[in-house]
């Protein structure tokens, strides 16, 4: 069977492949086309397109965007059914007596379909619906020859690989969130001086800043392509029945990404208030700026930021003598990299710089490219709102559809990329399951180090400790 090509290749800079569609008509079967670029078409035309013939296949970078943005008008499961539908009774291949020939050159078509579609959207298989349609079709062409069974086997022995290491990976997510503490409740039953800090668990940041990366690239791994889409699903105006595959957002992988941002966030700012002695924290913060800085270079962005932010939380900034025992200008350069006037533009330079240097990469390590990843899905948010899913006459605007999928596909080559540096499981279990502050806790921390400035840090500080401590 043909092996699916990557990712990058699938798209040319101008959004889509311009040589995909042959024809020159402006209008041909339902679907709408200009210069050669499909446009837009009716739901049912763009359904017939991505079905294969005897003499026909469709472009893989058609599959991917329709199969991507589909999603907004129907569920995946009646899409399946609908293909099914089309390949059963176009190829006849219900009819035991159609010609073993016509068979035999649409089969590999079909298998090759269902093949991309296991690849690039596994968890759309979570669904029964979904598999019991794609188990029917696969024994209809699997009943042919004994080829075709092998090749059936092994599509379904990876997408059961995929669905089971990724409930292996929910039953981790939530396994450390059922234990995850508030570090205060840890600081009240233990004392600080037999507290361990980040640190004396990893003196150096380099390291540090690789086993985020060892995070940051399994979590990445995690989040499906159809997630971004199903982010924003809303209903679909032509459809009278139901809100569109809203009734349960599958964005969890998403959801769980996002969280580890704000975790390592709140684990900076905590590790910064936590010690007692000013010199201390300031070698805290030190660190912290080498480690980001570590990351920028690794092309790790989106731990950068949250290092950055964590750094700029108030209880971190108002700590004015601390920060004045620090080298600031390490830090300056980083939050000038991630500034965010000019819509980001200083990171999104860096972004394409590592991108850039990702495609003519000669090690595993130049291949890491890591978005910020908020502002990336805020990126795909005003792509989706800036531009209507369906057309005045009721057709779907496939045009932006090129878009999203080219912003998607591209995220899809950077979480391929296997992380090259060798894990150290003490670090990354400290890293993930150490207890953090809470934003409370955080302000009364940083009031304990260095005492209000003003009656209202005064007040807060008097019932932070009220609340937090049972001191007056």
């Known amino acids: 069977m ?46 017939q397109h991505l079905v294969p013939n005897v003499d026909y296949y469709p472009d893989r970078t058609y599959i991917f965007t329709f199969l991507l943005s589909s999603r907004l008008f129907m569920h995946p499961y009646e899409l399946m059914a609908k293909v099914c539908h089309l390949c059963v009774e176009h190829q006849r291949l219900s009819d035991p007596d159609s010609d073993k020939n016509q068979i035999r050159k649409i089969a590999p078509k079909i298998l090759q379909l269902l093949t991309e579609w296991t690849e690039t959207f596994p968890y759309d298989f979570r669904d029964e619906r979904m598999m019991r349609n794609l188990k029917d079709l696969a024994h209809r062409i699997a009943s042919g020859e004994e080829t075709y ?30 234990t995850s503490t508030d570090r205060l409740t840890v600081l009240k039953t233990k004392p600080q001086s037999i507290q361990r800090d980040i640190i004396t668990v990893c003196s150096d940041p380099y390291t540090l800043a690789q086993q985020l990366t060892h995070i940051e690239l399994e979590r990445l791994n995690y989040i499906g392509p159809e997630e971004f889409v199903q982010a924003f699903v809303q209903k679909d105006p032509l459809d009278n029945d139901k809100s569109c595959y809203s009734e349960h957002k599958k964005t969890r992988n998403l959801e769980a990404y996002v969280e580890w941002f704000n975790r390592l966030s709140y684990l900076v700012a905590t590790e910064i208030c936590m010690p007692v002695k000013k010199k201390h924290r300031a070698r805290m913060i030190e660190y912290f700026i080498d480690v980001a800085r570590e990351c920028f270079n ?38 000038h990299q991630m500034d965010p006037s000019s819509n980001f533009y200083n990171y999104r330079t860096a972004l394409r710089g590592a991108a850039q240097r990702s495609l003519t990469a000669h090690s595993s390590r130049e291949k890491i490219v890591i978005p910020f990843f908020s502002l990336l899905i805020k990126d795909i948010y005003f792509l989706n ?73 005064k007040d807060r500080w008097k019932s932070l400790r009220s609340n937090l401590l049972g001191r007056v």
Not at 23 to 43: K, M, P, R, V, W
Request: a negative charge; one cysteine or more.
């Open 2 to 47: 043909p092996q699916t090509p990557p990712f990058s290749a699938m798209f040319d800079s101008s959004g889509y492949n311009r040589n995909l569609y042959q024809s020159a008509e402006d209008s041909c079967g339902g679907l709408y086309y200009h210069d050669n670029n499909l446009l837009s078409g009716s739901l049912e035309a763009l359904i």
């Open 149 to 178: 069974r092998k090749n059936v086997q092994q599509m379904m022995q990876c997408l059961i690989r995929k669905l089971a290491a990724l409930s292996q990976y929910e039953e981790v997510l939530a396994k450390i969130s059922s």
């Open 298 to 335: 690794i092309g790790n962005f989106n731990s950068l930021m949250a290092i950055i932010s964590g750094m700029n939380m108030s209880p971190v900034s108002r700590l004015k003598k601390t920060w004045a025992k620090v080298k600031t200008a390490k830090f300056d350069i980083l939050e």
């Open 385 to 457: 709102e800036g531009c209507a899913n369906r057309l005045p006459n009721g057709h779907v605007n496939f045009e932006k559809f090129w878009e999203l999928a080219k912003q998607v596909s591209e995220f899809m080559t950077w979480k391929q990329v296997e992380c090259p540096f060798e894990r150290d499981r003490k670090i990354l279990q400290y890293l993930l399951t150490v207890p953090v502050f809470s934003e409370d806790a955080l302000y009364l921390a940083s009031y304990e180090s260095e005492g209000p400035e003003n009656h209202v840090e």
